[in-house]
C-alpha cells in the first residue's frame, strides 16, 4: 500500500511537471550517456591486458591491426575520446538536473503560494501559519535536494546493471550470473526499506510543520513573550517540539542507516565468488585473461553503486513525503467560487443589499440571522452593536471573504456569488481595526493599493488621512521603513497609513471597520474631518464602537446577537430610546448624571 502510495506521488509529480518532460528526458539522456562512457575505462583496461598478453593475437587483430604498438596507440586514443565524452556529459546532466531542480521547485512554490491565496479564510483558521510555511519552503527543499542528486543517481544505476549485465551473460554466462545473484535480494531489501521509512519520512514532514508553527507564533508574539516574561517557558514549548522531530528523525535514521552495511555484505557476496571462479576459469583458459579483468573491474562497478541505494532511497523518500503535501495542497479546492460575471470599477454604484442573509462560522451557531439590511449609493451607512453581535462578519461576506449559509447579497443588484471575485473586491476599499502594514516603506504601503501612484498623489492621500505630518518627522520620511507588520509604527500611525492607503485606492465602496479605534482624541477628530471628505459621492459603510463618529451617518443599524434590532439616523434612534440610546447615554456620560 505504501509502495503504491509513493509510485502514485512520483507519478503525480511527472504529470505536474509536464511543461518540463522534455527538459527531464534530455536529462535523463545526458545521466545515461555519462554512465555509458563511465563504464568504458574498465573494458578498455580489459582491452590493455588483453594487447599485452596475446599480442598479435589481440581483440584488435580481428580488424586487421596486428602491431602491438599500434593497438596500444589506437587504445589510448580511444581512452582520451572516450574520458572526454564522460566528463563532457558528467558537466551537461549536472547543469540540467540542478537548473531542472531549481526551475520546478520555483514553479511549485509560486503555485503554492498563488493557490493558497484563492482559498477561503476558513482554511487559514484550522491551519498554522509554521504549518503551510513548512510546505512552501522545506517540503519543495526536499524535492529540490532529490532531483539535485538522487534522479542521476537512480537512472545511473539502472544504466550500470543493464549495461553490465548484458556484457557479462555475451562474455561468460558461466560466471556472470554470480554477480547477479545478489541484485534480487538488494532490490528487495531496497523496497522493504523504503516500504518502512516512508511513514517515518511522512512523520518528520508533519513534525517539521508543528515545529515551524510554534517558532512562526513566538516570534510573531515576542512583545507578549517579554511583556508577561515568558522566555524561559516557551523555549521549553519550543525544546519539546524540537526534542519531538529530533526523535522522529532519529528513527528514520536507525533504519536508513542501517541500510548501506547489509548492502556491503550482499555485495561481497556476489564479488567473491565470482573473484574465485572466474580465476579458475581463466587459469584454465575457458576465460581469456582480459575478459576476466573486465568482469572483476565491472562486478565492482556493478555492485558497489548499489551501496548509494541506501542514501538515494533517503532522499526518495523524503522528496515523495514533501511531493504529496505540497501536490496535496495544490489539489485542495477552493470553496469560494469565482463568479463569471464582471462588474468594471466604472460602473459600480454601491448599492448593497443583505437579504434574509443567515451565517455560521460553525455548524448550528449562526453568527448573523435572517438579517435584512440595505447600504443606499453614494451614503453614508453605520453599524453598530455590542462586541460579538455581527458587525465585522457582515464587512467579511460582503468581500466574499466567507460565503452565507442562506439569503443573498446583492451590489447594483448583481448577486455576489455571481461576480468575479477581482471585479468585486477591487470596487471595495477596506480600513480595518486590524491594520497591517507589509515590511516596506511608508510610500509603499500606501500605494499598495496601485504600486503605479505618483508621488503627488501619496502625498495627498497622505493629507487627508491626516499622516503627512507625522511621516514628514520619521527618520527618512515616505521612505522610512516600517517594519514587519508596521511594528516601528504606533497604532494611531499605522491606521492612519491604513487609510491613506484606501484613500489612495478611491474604491466606489469604502469600508471602516473600527478605522478610529487606534487614534487619540485629536486624531479621531482630524480623521473625522478627513473621512467626511472621502465620504462624499461614495458609499461608505461604518462600524463602529464610538457613536460619536457616526453621529452623521445617513442611516443607522443596530445589531445585536446576530439580529437587526433597530435603524433610523442618530436623533431618531436616540428618541426611540432602545439600545442605540443606551449606549449613546453610556458614552456621553448621561446615564450616571442622576447617580451623581
Known amino acids: 500500500m505504501n509502495q503504491k502510495r509513493s509510485q502514485s506521488s512520483l507519478l503525480r509529480l511527472w504529470h505536474y511537471a509536464a511543461n518540463f518532460q522534455g527538459r527531464i528526458r534530455l536529462a535523463t539522456l545526458y545521466s545515461v550517456l555519462n554512465k555509458i562512457f563511465d563504464l568504458a575505462p574498465p573494458?578498455?583496461?580489459?582491452?590493455?591486458?588483453?594487447?599485452?598478453?596475446?599480442?598479435?593475437?589481440?581483440?584488435?587483430?580481428?580488424?586487421?591491426?596486428?602491431?602491438?604498438?599500434?593497438?596500444?596507440?589506437?587504445?589510448?586514443?580511444?581512452?582520451f575520446a572516450i574520458?572526454?565524452?564522460?566528463?563532457?556529459?558528467?558537466?551537461?546532466?549536472?547543469?540540467?538536473?540542478?537548473n531542472l531542480a531549481q526551475a520546478i521547485q520555483h514553479e511549485l512554490r509560486i503555485d503554492g503560494y498563488r493557490h493558497i491565496q484563492t482559498l477561503e479564510m476558513s482554511y487559514f483558521e484550522d491551519r498554522s501559519t509554521g504549518g503551510l510555511m513548512a510546505i512552501l519552503n522545506d517540503d519543495?527543499?526536499?524535492?529540490?535536494?532529490?532531483?539535485?542528486?538522487?534522479?542521476?543517481?537512480?537512472?545511473?544505476?539502472?544504466?550500470?546493471?543493464?549495461?553490465?549485465?548484458?556484457?557479462?551473460?555475451?562474455?561468460?554466462?558461466?560466471?556472470?550470473?554470480?554477480?547477479?545473484?545478489?541484485?534480487?535480494?538488494?532490490?528487495?531489501?531496497s523496497f522493504r526499506y523504503q516500504r518502512k521509512l516512508e511513514p517515518r519520512y511522512a512523520e518528520v514532514r508533519e513534525q517539521?510543520?508543528?515545529?515551524?508553527?510554534?517558532?512562526?507564533?513566538?516570534?510573531g508574539g515576542m512583545s507578549t513573550i517579554k511583556s508577561f516574561t515568558m522566555e524561559e517557558q516557551e523555549v521549553q514549548r519550543v525544546r519539546q517540539e524540537s526534542q519531538t522531530y529530533q526523535e522522529v528523525n532519529k528513527k528514520a535514521i536507525t533504519l536508513s542507516s542501517a541500510f548501506s552495511p547489509l548492502i556491503r555484505i550482499a555485495v561481497l557476496s556476489g564479488f567473491t565468488p565470482m573473484l574465485v571462479f572466474g580465476g579458475f576459469l581463466a587459469l584454465d583458459g575457458q576465460l581469456e585473461v582480459g575478459?576476466?579483468?573486465?568482469?572483476?573491474?565491472?562486478?565492482?562497478?556493478?555492485?558497489?553503486?548499489?551501496?548509494?541505494l541506501g542514501q538515494t532511497f533517503d532522499l526518495y523518500q523524503r522528496a515523495m513525503a514533501s511531493t504529496n503535501r505540497v501536490l496535496n495542497l495544490l489539489n485542495t479546492k477552493p470553496k469560494i467560487i469565482d463568479g463569471k460575471q464582471s462588474l468594471p470599477l466604472v460602473d459600480v454604484k454601491g448599492q448593497i443589499e443583505f437579504d434574509d442573509v443567515t451565517f455560521a462560522y460553525q455548524e448550528g451557531f449562526p453568527v448573523l440571522k435572517s438579517m435584512d439590511l440595505e447600504m443606499a449609493a453614494g451614503k453614508t451607512t453605520a453599524i453598530v452593536g455590542p462586541t460579538g453581535s455581527g458587525k465585522s462578519t457582515l464587512i467579511k461576506l460582503l468581500l466574499r471573504l466567507y460565503d452565507i449559509n442562506q439569503g443573498s447579497i446583492r451590489m447594483d443588484g448583481h448577486e455576489l456569488r455571481d461576480l468575479k471575485l477581482f471585479d468585486l473586491r477591487q470596487g471595495i476599499g477596506l480600513v480595518s481595526q486590524d491594520v497591517f502594514l507589509f515590511h516596506g516603506t511608508v510610500r509603499e504601503n500606501i500605494a499598495y493599493g496601485d504600486p503605479s501612484a505618483s508621488d503627488e498623489a501619496i502625498v495627498e492621500a497622505a493629507k487627508i488621512a491626516e499622516a503627512h505630518e507625522f511621516i514628514l518627522q520619521l527618520p527618512q520620511g515616505y521612505n522610512t521603513i516600517v517594519g514587519e507588520r508596521g511594528q516601528k509604527l504606533s497604532g494611531g500611525q499605522r491606521q492612519r497609513i491604513s487609510i491613506a492607503r484606501a484613500v489612495l485606492k478611491n474604491p466606489p465602496i469604502l469600508i471602516l471597520d473600527e478605522a478610529t479605534s487606534a487614534v487619540d482624541n485629536e486624531t479621531e477628530a482630524a480623521i473625522q474631518r478627513s473621512l467626511e471628505t472621502i465620504s462624499l459621492n461614495r458609499t461608505t459603510i461604518v462600524i463602529a464602537h464610538r457613536l460619536s463618529t457616526i453621529r452623521h451617518a445617513d442611516q443607522i443599524y443596530v445589531l445585536h446577537q446576530g439580529e437587526l434590532v433597530e435603524q433610523g439616523d442618530h436623533d431618531h434612534l436616540v428618541a426611540q430610546d432602545g439600545l442605540y440610546a443606551g449606549l449613546w447615554k453610556v458614552q456621553t456620560g448621561k446615564a450616571v448624571q442622576h447617580h451623581a
Do not use: C, H, K
Open 43 to 79: 573494458v578498455l583496461i580489459g582491452g590493455a591486458v588483453d594487447i599485452v598478453v596475446r599480442r598479435e593475437n589481440s581483440f584488435l587483430s580481428e580488424y586487421g591491426i596486428v602491431e602491438v604498438q599500434t593497438q596500444l596507440l589506437i587504445l589510448a586514443g580511444l581512452t
Open 83 to 98: 574520458w572526454l565524452l564522460e566528463s563532457l556529459f558528467e558537466y551537461l546532466y549536472g547543469v540540467m538536473w540542478r
Open 140 to 189: 519543495i527543499n526536499q524535492l529540490e535536494r532529490f532531483l539535485d542528486v538522487g534522479a542521476n543517481d537512480l537512472l545511473q544505476i539502472v544504466t550500470t546493471v543493464a549495461l553490465i549485465g548484458t556484457g557479462f551473460f555475451i562474455l561468460a554466462p558461466q560466471v556472470a550470473w554470480m554477480s547477479f545473484a545478489p541484485i534480487p535480494i538488494i532490490l528487495y531489501g
Open 208 to 219: 517539521v510543520g508543528i515545529l515551524n508553527s510554534q517558532l512562526s507564533n513566538n516570534l
Open 291 to 308: 575478459v576476466y579483468s573486465v568482469m572483476v573491474f565491472m562486478t565492482q562497478r556493478l555492485l558497489w553503486p548499489l551501496t548509494r
